[in-house]
């Protein structure tokens, strides 16, 4: 690690941005379809499935770091990729993390809706495709909270992107990561504009989402 | 199926709904034709909304076949109807978006539904806030958007007040008048049964017990259970004692009570006795010739439109309906002696084997 001025403060921000927003973008596109899926379908082990969801929901970012260390790792099954210590591995981890939130999150705006709500979507007339839409549409409010759930877990996250990541400076140092570094350092200075930018970064997203939810409710 | 049918349905079994007593559906013979309204009417959990939603098509019966005719389509309102997030406009569309029917087109014809319920002046408003009656009339305009061929209603009226239940009746009944269609609705409720019905259909624990014309149920039911779900109050065990002059059997209910009716049930034999309240007729003077003799009034209740009143005859209580406000039905009150005739049209006789409600 640099002794030196280190990486330019926008650099490092750019990269938390590119690996939040893929780790993001993932779990979304993953988690959604099953939250809803798992919402309303009856199959045998789905009690199992929301149990194992609920319980990731308070997975320590600490283990899974630990987790996706091990499967990363030279020797283990992933360790082929060679992908320890790089960007990729730290959306594996973010995703991991921000996943269970998202799929339960979703759950539970499912869940939420009338029991017969896909008997009268039915009766309605409306099938396939636009039954599908009609039902993301009236759990846009749910879902739109999964968003900033997972957002909130994946860009605050430190302990499994340091893990898995490494911190190290032009490749895999992020906002988080540097400021436990540059606190550990007592370089305060750098720390405090990091976690600056950090928590303009938060409130920007944050307002994003929020402006996004309300206009979605004409 | 005839020309005119729109449903036809035969020997279906169907699996019981989660609120359904747990009994299968089994339903024989069910026919509904263009311009008709069926009630079909039955107590909590014997299985109507089960039944509607097997001739929606949303549950399929184990056995059997529903033929529906209806190539514009059919339409069923539930009991909670579902409003979408949006606008009343967009929920009035939601069917036509379903067929892919283009943005223009879709306004056009959910404005005129929404017209149709008096409600387009609410088009732009978020459907999650109508009240009770406006949410009622947004889904019965949602249903009518797509024009079906039959109309499936689940409780229509429930959760009306009223006087905001009798003017959607109107304009339902106008709807239904204007467009031929033909409707199914199921209730627990006879009152809300009869608002609209031309044949009235009843549902008693997973099966029909009578279906026919809406004065052939009411006058004429066909067992004990339907006549306590179709308001024959008045049921009392009797039997024939003897022909009349006029060829009348004379039904003995009471030591020396007994109505007249044209029943073929020969003497000896042990009848039930059904007669409607309103049929139970007070007869001041003792004018009518279809008189049966001395009472007293024993109790009075009124809602300010209908009088209620149990009449002491021969140690029975019959119940007998008046208008309130003029008549008797004004200066009626308890203790009073009067006397009471019944025609003998209005007596409905059945075998004694039909169980007692």
């Keep these: 690690m640099s002794e030196a001025a280190g990486e330019p403060l926008i650099a490092i921000a750019l990269r938390t941005l590119a690996v939040s927003g893929a780790a993001l973008t993932l779990a979304v596109a993953i988690g959604v379809p099953l939250g809803l899926a798992l919402g309303h379908r009856r199959f045998p082990g789905r009690g199992l499935l929301v149990a194992t969801v609920n319980a990731g929901m308070g997975l320590p970012p600490v283990v899974v770091g630990l987790l996706v260390a091990l499967a990363l790792w030279r020797s283990g099954p992933l360790g082929s990729l060679g992908w320890m210590y790089t960007p990729q591995a730290m959306v594996i981890a973010q995703v991991a993390i921000a996943l269970p939130l998202v799929v339960g999150i979703t759950l539970a705006a499912v869940g939420a809706l009338p029991g017969d709500f896909h008997l009268q979507v039915r009766a309605l007339g409306v099938r396939g495709p636009r039954a599908a839409w009609l039902l993301v549409r009236e759990t846009r409010r749910g879902l739109l909270a999964a968003v900033i759930a997972a957002l909130g877990g994946i860009l605050s996250e430190v302990g499994a992107v340091t893990m898995v990541g490494g911190n190290l400076e032009g490749e895999t140092r992020v906002l988080t990561s540097g400021i436990l570094m540059y606190t550990q350092m007592g370089r305060f200075e750098s720390a405090l504009a990091l976690a600056a930018v950090l928590l303009g970064l938060t409130f920007v997203l944050a307002a994003a989402l929020t402006a996004v939810q309300q206009g979605s409710r004409r | ?357």
């Excluded at chain 2, 311009?35 to 929606?56: F, H, Q, S, W, Y």
């Excluded at chain 2, 283009?102 to 319920?117: G, Q, S, V, Y």
């Excluded at chain 2, 009746?169 to 031309?198: F, K, M, N, W, Y």
């Design chain 2, 1 to 357: 199926m005839t020309n005119d049918a729109v449903l036809a349905a035969r020997d279906l079994v169907i699996e019981p709904g989660a609120r359904a007593g747990g009994f299968l559906l089994r339903i024989r013979d069910l026919a509904l034709q263009r311009g008709e309204v069926l009630a079909i009417l039955g107590p909590n959990g014997a299985g109507k909304t089960t039944l509607l939603r097997a001739l929606a098509g949303l549950v399929a019966p184990r056995e059997g076949a529903i033929e529906v005719c209806a190539p514009r389509g059919v339409a069923l309102v539930f009991q909670h109807p579902l409003l979408l997030a949006g606008s009343v406009l967009w929920n009035a569309e939601v069917p036509l978006w379903g067929r892919g029917i283009a943005r223009r087109e879709r306004r056009a014809r959910a404005t005129k539904a929404l017209a149709r319920f008096g409600i387009d002046a609410l088009a732009e408003r978020e459907a999650t806030t109508l009240s009770g009656g406006e949410a009622r009339r947004l889904a019965l305009a949602r249903a009518f958007v797509v024009a079906p061929d039959l109309l499936l209603l689940d409780e229509p009226f429930d959760d009306l007040d009223a006087p905001g239940r009798e003017v959607l009746v109107q304009d339902l009944g106008s709807a239904i008048r204007e467009t031929g269609i033909a409707v199914a609705l199921v209730t627990h409720d006879l009152r809300q049964a009869l608002l609209l019905a031309d044949r009235i259909a009843v549902l008693s624990a997973g099966a029909l017990a009578q279906v026919g014309a809406r004065d052939e149920v009411l006058r004429r039911p066909a067992s004990a259970e339907v006549a306590a779900l179709v308001g024959m109050s008045n049921w009392l065990p009797g039997r024939v004692r003897a022909r009349d002059t006029a060829g009348l059997a004379v039904v003995e209910v009471a030591p020396g009570g007994a109505f007249r009716s044209a029943t073929p049930y020969a003497s000896g034999a042990d009848v039930w006795v059904g007669i409607r309240p309103e049929h139970v007729k007070i007869d001041a003077d003792r004018s009518d010739p279809n008189t049966v003799g001395e009472a007293s009034v024993e109790t009075r209740v009124s809602d300010g439109a209908l009088v209620v009143a149990w009449i002491a005859w021969h140690g029975l209580r019959l119940r007998t309906h008046l208008l309130a406000g003029r008549g008797l039905g004004h200066t009626l009150k308890a203790g009073d002696g009067v006397f009471i005739a019944v025609r003998p049209e209005d007596v409905h006789v059945l075998p004694r084997e039909a169980a007692r409600p």
